[in-house]
């Protein structure tokens, strides 16, 4: 089993639409949380970082952590075709004397007008 | 502006050569860190440096090789001992501060001729 699932996609949804995009995790000593965004040939962007369990905002997106459930979420609001691209989830956890980020496989969302 | 340079965006190698991808950031960000992305996997760590002239292996390291001379560069050498190394090729800078995110540049594609 690997320590963080995500569904592969794509997603495809239209203009406007609410876009959930989830993790699922196994290591409860996973303590950070991160979104990243993907866009084709381009290095990851973080988008949201959160620590505790609960809702973090920005804009349009809403991360979410759920430590009880190790399940997190990214909410995308009224999505734009610019939103198309991978989104990956990442955790980090105390590895030595640094920080080691695990990842998810990466959810592809399409945005069609 | 600050950020993380790749380069080259494109890189071929032949049959036994080794191959060096180069990484520099203007963040002074202490800790850095290189990794390998393959489709339908998540990130995965080859090596990381929290400090100049001091670097780790990550969990694929063999066929890799590193240097951390100076602050702002890390470059990766792929060497021919690498048998499978086509890739998607990310660097990556942090703080080097407790669970402070990672910050990607726009990655280098290594195909073997």
């Known amino acids: 089993q690997k320590e963080v699932e995500q569904d592969p996609g794509p997603l495809s949804v239209p203009e406007g639409a609410i876009v959930s995009l989830n993790c699922t995790y196994s290591?409860?000593?996973?303590?950070?949380f991160m979104w990243y965004r993907q866009y084709s040939r381009k290095g990851p962007e973080l988008l949201m970082y959160?620590?505790?369990?609960g809702n973090k905002e920005d804009g349009r997106f809403t991360a979410q952590v759920d430590k009880s459930s190790k399940y997190i979420s990214l909410f995308i609001r009224d999505s734009q075709p610019s939103d198309s691209a991978t989104y990956l989830c990442?955790?980090?956890?105390?590895?030595?004397?640094?920080?080691?980020?695990?990842f998810g496989t990466g959810t592809r969302l399409q945005v069609f007008p | 502006d600050g950020g993380i340079t790749q380069s080259p965006k494109y890189l071929f190698r032949k049959e036994g050569q080794n191959v060096t991808l180069s990484c520099e950031q203007n963040?002074?960000?202490?800790?850095m860190y290189w990794y390998r992305q393959d489709p339908g996997q998540g990130l995965r760590l080859i090596y990381y440096?929290?400090?100049?002239?001091?670097?780790q292996k990550g969990d694929i390291a063999e066929g890799y090789s590193v240097s951390r001379e100076k602050k702002e560069s890390f470059p990766l050498t792929v060497t021919s001992a690498q048998k499978n190394p086509t890739a998607f090729y990310l660097c990556?800078?942090?703080?080097?501060?407790?669970?402070?995110?990672?910050?990607f540049g726009d990655g280098t594609r290594l195909s073997i001729l």
């Open positions: 990442a955790m980090s956890s105390r590895g030595g004397n640094t920080d080691k980020l695990i």
């Open positions: 440096s929290q400090i100049v002239n001091d670097f």
């Open positions: 290591n409860s000593a996973f303590q950070y």
């Open positions: 959160t620590y505790s369990s």
């Open positions: 963040l002074n960000h202490d800790a």
């Open positions: 990556a800078s942090s703080t080097g501060l407790r669970n402070q995110p990672q910050h």
